[in-house]
């Protein structure tokens, strides 16, 4: 393809983006298709020869299109929001044109310095001191495993420069809740603690971290012959956005000389709003942080802050330095490679940039406020509504909430539950997450994507009203 | 913005790329920019209020540009080409634009079906059996961790379920060359265990794994009491695109049940030739491969392939299973959150199905051979020059090459080598990056950029030849 007719299709291209960021309203927003429906319209083998490309871009509506889920709808209340505003999706496509690359320093300067200063930005809008600096990161797993990894090599005083893991006396130990996200529990076996040593720390009626539990425990352990390595405290758990009270947890991971990471991948972008910061007070005690400006803030996909307050530590842990890698200027520069696994990077501060400066910091602020309140306006309706539930504190912008008819409990009320839900979602008037609270499964609403306003609300709580009838109604 | 703003402001950045494209070629290479040159012309505090977008994009004109080192350029030549073809960038655009996640298969259901159908393409466009399953990752780096991570995994029998690295008895040992790529080591370091466990095998006058002693190695480090884990072998070395003997190394993979990974993330790409596929002549006894389209193919970074012969195996090792990423469906599909690290995956494979139908098989083979013919052509050339040397067999679009003035040796030779490439990229005529090899500096050239045609690699070597000047006539 030649840059003309990059010109010719490129222009087709953002006039389809722009007609489907309108049109989404009006379709389904899960995927109507079952497994296989996708794969059987494909050739199973490659064209040896050139297609026209006006049938490859044909086939986004034809294939592609049905077979989404979509993310960026005015009524998707699944999983959390993953907003790519579209400011921020022209940051993204001036960093895919470019197609340069952040190896080192000098392989892109300004890849590297842009990054530094938006990341910068970011930690004053959160209005985090300047004890911290941040890279950016693809995903929350990605940034908590790299914490984890930090943690190890900090207990161990850099095991991986002699034997590895495999070379200590004592076994190391990861503490965190059962509310914790399932990257963490991922990253402590990827990183090779072994999960007899994740110790899952009690929680409490609102399900965040008790502190006098989590002392007691490693109290335990240091008696046990254990080394406790890492504490991971969430600021927004998936389940019910609850957050753990590092204020309390902070002195005990001093006390035992632990990492302290947070997962704040969802609600660190609230941070941005003053009035939301106490979620996380005490944060300054932490070791590192991660937020994720592509879930709520709007950020393209992918865009994740890490944040520690020891650089030098973690490119300890992360630098590898080859000849090849290596240029003149090496000393003077900030070289992101040794600030994460991946080599290579892509120009991911763009789409920050573009971001934070087309919506400016009041922009962002405002729209997360109209989220908080929605969701309030939500939990006052669903509260006030005979046999329906919210049963976790509404601290953030997601609900727990069941409908529960008379006489339905245990394992019938979670077959009810999940088949409203079902039905809700393919009905294609919403979408939504069930997933299991104290037990018993439940429905999440996750207010917050972009294009929602207070009537998609207002018509998803009507549509879940419609969906949930009582079993016996249910079979007429 | 709003849909509208975004067709005007998208049609300008699309005009944009396409200008960058073709003018791109009057640029310097390498950005003339020093250390702190781009932070200094940003705000140091972020935007309260919305900034005019107009001002955003200009900036990429007047701040972002001059501190880029082009990878689009055609004489660029520096580390490994990173091609964005323009068919494939609108594959990412439409990734973007889109917005959906492939956390499971719900989440998107096309997502996951047409990585499956792409990395099923691939898989038959490099000759390889049905035996392997594919997926996308972000990098090399990432494929390989996750390579060694199941290693890990099946040496041990699920440690991770366990007390991890830790709980181990025996040592756990990796084997690979001096000419594996920095990220063999940071991922065997990452992953538990300890540079002491890396061993290092020696290699011949070729740059390849000499067999006999991997073989003495590993028999010995078993009498010892380690306990060998995998071996990691290169197709296409980061130094001199030197190729391990594959066929060799696997029956010692195979007598002692070692895993075998093969990291080809920059020679994969040429295995669409079927002339060059003996550089992996008994791939299909590996346990696993990384190749990288982001490469030489031209698939808009970033897009790693990654096959295994045992994805059970892999699922195993990645997998989590929390209630709210459950869906009904799961027993049927494939879940890729449970392929590698991330639990978020962006849209890839619209940029590889774009790009493979754009160009055809035939239209991605056409220019790699142009490219091998390049390299051939210009190793040609030095061979016949007095004074210049190529160091290491031209296997692939790679050259390793010096320039001998008579009398020059040791250290004095290193500084004059250096020398001259750093005046050649200054001189914005070239980009390239030395390297060291066998305990010298050398200049590597890397031939590939998808718009280098024999012209530009002519004016590349007269201005390696015009910069090269001895000292003596240097000084004058």
Redesign the interface.
Known sequence: ???????T???Q??????????SVADRPV??R?E?????AQ?P????????P?A??LAD?DS??L???????HPRFF??FP??????S??G???S??????G?S???????T??E??VT???R??MGLSDAWSGVIQ?????ST?VAL?SA?ERTTNY??????????AR??VIYATAHA???V??AA?????????IHVIPHDESYTMRPGALRARITEDVAAGFAPCAIVCTTGT??STAYDPLEQVAPVARDFGLWLHVDAAMAGSAMILPEMRHMWAGIESADSIVINP?KWLGA???ASLYYVRDPQHLIR??S??????RS??DE??KNLRDWG????R?FRA?KL??L????????LQARLRRDLENAQWLAGQIRATPGWKVLAPVGLQTLCVRHEPGGLTGEALDAYTQGWA?RLNRSGAAYL????LDGR?MV?ISIGAAPTEREHVAALWEAMQNEALPPQEASH
């Open positions: 393809m030649t840059p003309k007719e990059f010109r299709y490129g222009h291209l953002i006039d389809w983006i722009a007609d489907y960021r309108v899960m995927a298709t497994p296989g429906d996708i794969k494909l199973k083998q490659p064209p040896i020869r050139p297609e490309f049938d490859v986004l294939i592609v049905p077979g989404l889920s979509h993310w960026q699944g999983y993953s907003n790519g505003l579209l400011a999706v022209l993204d496509y001036a895919t044109g470019l197609g340069v690359l190896l320093w000098q392989s892109s300067p300004a890849l310095e842009i530094e200063v910068d930005w970011m004053q809008m693809d995903t929350a797993s990605t495993l990894l190890r095991s991986l420069s002699r034997g590895g893991l495999q070379g200590e076994p190391l996200h399932s990257s529990d991922k076996l990827l990183a090779g603690f072994g999960r007899e040593n998936t389940t592509h393209a996909f992918d842990v992360m590898t330095n080859p000849s090849y890698l003149s200027v003077k520069v696994l991946p080599l290579g892509r763009l940039w573009f934070i400066r087309e919506q400016g910091v009041e922009g079902d997450t069930p997933a299991i499964w999440r």
